[in-house]
């Protein structure tokens, strides 16, 4: 009897990447790590899922990362002495990297601490273009104590031009960048006080989730996409109209170093980003080809996140661009992957040429060469087209004869070309 169960599909929110489309996802991947050397950064790699504690304490409660968004689960004990445990697939990756930064004593070696990761990330969206459930971050975090040079505009500036650098290694150009600074501890709550005053009129006429942010964090108005209150957002105080001295010497340090670099930018004082850690310096990258919400990637300054995670003072700043909007902004350029296809399709002609066929393949990928095997019940027409449909340039026929003689045909199917190739020297015919 037939079984006539549906067949089983991915989770909804998530998606297969198949090739050949993983080849556009592997050039950023490979871009970036080689941008990132360049710069000093090491990859760090941390687990997919924290105590949630980590998430409230560091991206903030009031956040809609943390107060919508978050794949939690409670972790049952398993002996008397344990206790359960609330567990969060993670979010973001900037908490978790600070956690093992304040775990491992990383702080102590006395260097600055330059942190990139490559992975996924987990938030119960509403699933749109681009957005997923499961989806893919590149990120980087420049943290340590202060005797290090972390608190440096500098470093800020740094972030800012090597991303920049990434964009042009990728071949992204239709970029623009977005700054502003969000203050620090000591100016900020005059900022919070401002918006309350001048929300006081108008939050019942917004949103609820601006009703809600007015009282517990009204900085968060600010990050409200809601279009009918976006007027309303336009008419609140600035955030540079409070900015202390120090604040407004740091963000003037970073623009100046991007002006030296060349690095072009608008200041955008209503852009706060959507995690409370960030501290001074914000900054996000947008793209025309991403439609309505054009962010690419985005980062910031997060000053105090060490501290209020229990561990010891290290500024820091960092950023993170998610892969599948990123890999859209490249389509909408009409950036391609490098060719990735094999040099060679190796065509065993008959009984008993398996061998034959497997042992040059093996040899060619000792010498660094891609190549494909076909099969030795294959006809030749057949090994022909297979090379073709793959893209390959040059099929290389392994019978009884050619391996007596101890040279091959070797056919280009650019030009049509056939020639005989010894042994010895079907490396350099290929290449």
Not at 230 to 249: F, H, S, W
Request: net charge neutral; charged share 25%.
């Amino acid at each position: 009897m037939a079984d006539t169960r549906q067949p089983i599909k991915a989770v909804r929110g998530t998606r297969d990447i198949l090739p050949p489309d993983t080849s556009l996802w592997q050039h950023v991947e490979d871009s970036a790590r080689r941008v990132f050397h360049r710069y000093n950064f090491h990859e760090i790699r941390t687990p997919i899922f924290e105590a949630t504690e980590l998430f409230a304490r560091g991206v903030g409660e009031e956040t809609d990362i943390v107060g919508k968004e978050m794949f939690t689960w409670e972790d049952k004990a398993r002996a008397q002495s344990e206790r359960s445990q609330s567990l969060t697939l993670r979010p973001e990756n900037t908490a978790g990297v600070v956690r093992a930064y304040i775990e491992h004593k990383l702080g102590e070696s006395g260097m600055l601490q330059k942190l990139y990761y490559v992975g996924p990330q987990f938030r119960r969206e509403r699933p749109q273009k681009g957005r997923y459930r499961q989806f893919y971050q590149i990120g980087a975090e420049v943290l340590g104590p202060p005797s290090a040079g972390s608190e440096s505009p500098a470093r800020d500036a740094e972030v800012i031009v090597m991303l920049a650098d990434l964009l042009r290694e990728v071949g992204i150009q239709q970029w623009s960048l977005h700054l502003n600074s969000v203050g620090c501890a000591d100016c900020r709550p005059k900022y919070n006080e401002a918006l309350r005053a001048a929300l006081k009129d108008v939050v019942h006429t917004m949103c609820a989730d601006c009703r809600r942010r007015a009282v517990n964090n009204p900085l968060r108005v600010l990050d409200c996409k809601v279009p009918e209150d976006q007027p309303k957002i336009a008419a609140l105080p600035t955030i540079g109209q409070y900015l202390d001295e120090k604040c407004r010497v740091h963000f003037s340090e970073v623009k100046s170093i991007l002006d030296a670099t060349g690095i072009r930018y608008d200041v955008n004082e209503r852009m706060v980003r959507g995690i409370d850690y960030y501290t001074r310096t914000t900054f996000e990258f947008s793209h025309g080809g991403l439609g309505a919400q054009s962010a690419l990637l985005g980062g910031g300054r997060y000053d105090g996140l060490s501290e209020s995670l229990g561990g010891p003072k290290a500024p820091g700043i960092g950023f993170a661009l998610g892969l599948d909007r990123f890999v859209i902004a490249l389509e909408a350029e009409g950036v391609t992957a490098p060719a990735t296809a094999p040099r060679a399709y190796i065509a065993p002609l008959g009984a008993g040429m398996n061998p034959e066929a497997a042992k040059l393949a093996h040899e060619l990928r000792e010498q660094g060469m891609a190549v494909e095997v076909g099969d030795e019940s294959f006809r030749l027409k057949k090994s022909f087209e297979s090379a073709e449909r793959a893209g390959i340039p040059f099929v290389v026929i392994i019978g009884e004869n050619e391996v007596k003689a101890g040279a091959f045909a070797v056919k280009d199917l650019t030009s049509g070309e056939q020639v005989t190739v010894s042994r010895g020297e079907i490396v350099k015919t290929l290449s």
